[in-house]
């Protein structure tokens, strides 16, 4: 069994920051690969960014590079979206992710790929 506890979210202008946390328990955290995801309303949940196990190798989707930036803390099982120079596209809620499998190419970026779920957390960024 793994729990996944999302915070953080809020209201935000435009260009401001905020960091979300994603508190996890259950297994080994070290050996899973940790993902957030956002979903805006009428819209497909869509992959956000992405971080290895031990090795922390971070992955992010085109339209947060730059501005967003995944980490984790295996001591203390817990992953970290710091949101940067924030813009109202932004609005969804962006949820905490987990998976064990291996995962090669173009589908590693689909949320079928990733097995355990937190519950979401509201993030808005006003015009």
């Known amino acids: 069994q793994v729990q996944l506890v999302e915070s953080g979210g809020g209201l935000v202008q435009a260009g401001g920051s905020l960091r979300l946390s994603c508190a996890t328990s259950g297994r080994t955290f070290s050996d899973y690969t940790m993902g957030w995801f956002r979903q805006a309303p009428g819209k497909e949940r869509e992959f956000a960014a992405a971080i290895t196990g031990s090795s922390s190798r971070p992955t992010y989707a085109d339209s947060v590079k730059g501005r967003f930036t995944i980490s984790r803390d295996n001591a203390k099982n817990t992953v970290y979206l710091q949101m940067n120079s924030l813009k109202p596209e932004d609005t969804a809620v962006y949820y905490c992710?987990?998976?064990?499998?291996?995962?090669?190419?173009?589908?590693?970026?689909?949320?079928?790929?990733?097995?355990?779920w937190g519950q979401g957390t509201q993030i808005t960024v006003s015009s």
């Open positions: 992710a987990a998976r064990l499998s291996y995962c090669s190419g173009s589908g590693c970026y689909s949320p079928s790929r990733y097995t355990y």
